[in-house]
Structure formats: structure tokens, C-alpha cells
């Protein structure tokens, strides 16, 4: 809803395109790239296959380990706009079947770090560049992409703050001594520390936020020593797969900007490690 308010995605269905021919023209056009066949470029291929299932031009792309993927996809549907999701390899074949289900089109990767341009959140951004910069030059057309970017966009930190937060002060009766959980984008956990932090400073209480964090993510030293760095990481050793996990969409070698607003806030006050078991 925000990228609609913003101008980025078209109005869902019931308002879109009043003109509903000029979005039959625009879906009707093939992908313009360049040389390249879409039967033969997979990002094409799930550029026109995207454009074509959109009910308002709208087409939202995100990359995801899966579960946010998901939210958006059921959200997008329902506003009529389709869904572009970008996943590394490495992740539950259950939650691309899922995805799949509910019309995501779905466009997975090699798992690569965030300095490869291949890496999942990257060619997610490429994509939605791409079908902007298209379909820009046809004046007819409806068609616009979002790039969710759940990693750095502050709306995900905010909508923790507005509802999460208020979900959790209410059902514990507004007694809450302690916050635990696993970081993804950060978004949860600087949200909602951020939220039960405030109100117990109101009622004269204290709150702790701790981070679990998992084998080979980085977070836990950020939060106790301001440097974001595991063993994992160390040049010598550093594979492909950091270190073998059960864990999917949790913990980072990466600091993003809404695990930062937790970080440079004072929001978390500890860190925890566990094994893949107790994650």
C-alpha cells in the first residue's frame, strides 16, 4: 500500500487503469530486450510471464529466503498486481511450491554474497529496474515494478513499531521483561525492541532486547562488540556455504539499515549464540 501511495506500483485492481485497453495493450506488447529472446533469458522469461499475470500493470519483486516472499505474494494478489520473487538455492523447496501456488513467479539463484551482483537481493533490484526502464518509453503503459528491498527499506522497521510491537504489549498484559528472537532483515527485532522499550521506559520498567543468533552470522559480535564479524568469515576458511544450517532466514555477514536502527539506537542489549537445534 505504501509503494501505491508513493506512486511506484499502479492502484489495486479496483481502481486501476481505468482504461482497461490500454493495459491490454501494453500486456499484449512482447518484453522489449534488446537482442536477447525471452525463451532464451530467464530474467525476460519471468519479466513477460509477470506482465502477463498482472490485473493492473503492478508487479511487485522482492528477494526472499521465502517467508516475506510469501506475505507479499498472498497481499499482491489480492490487490490484483503480480509477483516476482528472487531465492537463493540453498532454501526449502516447500516454500518455493508455496510461492508458486499462490502465482509468484518465481526466479531462483546460485547463493552468492550480497558483493555479487548475482547474489539473490541484487538481480531481485535488477529486475525491477528493468521493467521500469521498458516500460517507460511506451506512453500506454500501466505497467510499473516495486522492488520491496525488505533489507534496507525502513518501512519494515516501522511497521514493527505500529503493529507487532502494540500485538505483543497487549496480549502480555503490558508486563514484558524480556524480547528474544533471531534477526532476518532486522526489521522485527529493531521494531518491536524499539516499541517494548519505550513503554517500559514509561512505566518506570526495563526491558531487555536479546538477539539468537545462529552459527556463522555475524550479528552477535555487532551487538556485543560493535563488529560485525564471525570465524565463518575468516579469508582461509570461507566457502561457499558458510557453515552447514537447518536455519533458513536467519542470521547475516552483512549489517542491514534496519538491524542497524537497533544497533545504533541502543534497542539490543545482548546477544546470544545457539546451535541450529536450538534456533
Same mark, same amino acid.
Given at each position: 500500500? *505504501? ?15 481505468? *482504461? ?19 525463451? #532464451? ?54 516454500? /518455493? ?19 555479487? @551482483?548475482? /547474489? ?17 518509453? #511506451? ?10 528491498? /525488505? ?14 510491537? @502494540? ?5 502480555? #498484559? ?69 557453515? *552447514? ?24 542489549? *545482548? ?9
Amino acid at each position: 500500500r *505504501d509503494a501505491e501511495k508513493r506512486g511506484l506500483l499502479p492502484p489495486p485492481l479496483s481502481k486501476a487503469c481505468k *482504461d482497461g485497453e490500454d493495459l491490454h495493450k501494453t500486456k499484449s506488447q512482447p518484453f522489449k530486450g534488446g537482442n536477447k529472446n525471452a525463451d #532464451d533469458d530467464p530474467i525476460l522469461s519471468t519479466i513477460d510471464i509477470a506482465v502477463q499475470r498482472s490485473k493492473t500493470g503492478g508487479i511487485v519483486v522482492e528477494g526472499t529466503s521465502g517467508s516475506t516472499g510469501i506475505s507479499l505474494a498472498t497481499l499482491a494478489a489480492q490487490r490484483g498486481h503480480s509477483t516476482i520473487i528472487v531465492m537463493p538455492d540453498d532454501q526449502a523447496k516447500e516454500k /518455493q511450491t508455496i510461492l508458486r501456488c499462490l502465482g509468484a513467479v518465481l526466479h531462483v539463484v546460485p547463493t552468492a554474497a550480497i558483493s555479487n @551482483p548475482n /547474489q539473490y537481493v541484487n538481480v531481485a533490484r535488477k529486475i525491477a529496474e528493468e521493467i521500469n526502464r521498458r516500460y517507460a518509453e #511506451d506512453p500506454n503503459s500501466c505497467v510499473k515494478a516495486s522492488f520491496m528491498n /525488505q533489507f534496507e527499506n525502513e518501512a519494515n522497521y516501522n511497521a514493527h513499531i505500529t503493529t507487532t510491537g @502494540p500485538e505483543i504489549w497487549r496480549q502480555t #498484559d503490558h508486563k514484558v521483561d524480556a524480547f528474544c528472537m533471531s534477526s532476518g532483515t532486522g526489521g522485527t527485532i529493531s521494531g518491536v525492541g524499539r516499541y517494548l522499550k519505550d513503554r517500559c521506559h514509561r512505566h518506570g520498567r526495563d526491558c531487555k532486547i536479546v538477539l539468537i543468533d545462529p552459527p556463522g552470522s555475524a550479528l552477535l559480535n555487532k551487538v556485543k562488540f560493535n563488529i560485525a564479524y564471525a570465524s565463518e568469515q575468516k579469508e582461509r576458511g570461507l566457502r561457499r556455504h558458510r557453515y *552447514d544450517t537447518i536455519a533458513e532466514g536467519i542470521g547475516l555477514d552483512r549489517i542491514t539499515h534496519n538491524f542497524a536502527l537497533g544497533t545504533d539506537n541502543a534497542v539490543l542489549d *545482548d546477544a546470544i549464540r545457539v546451535s541450529d537445534q536450538e534456533a
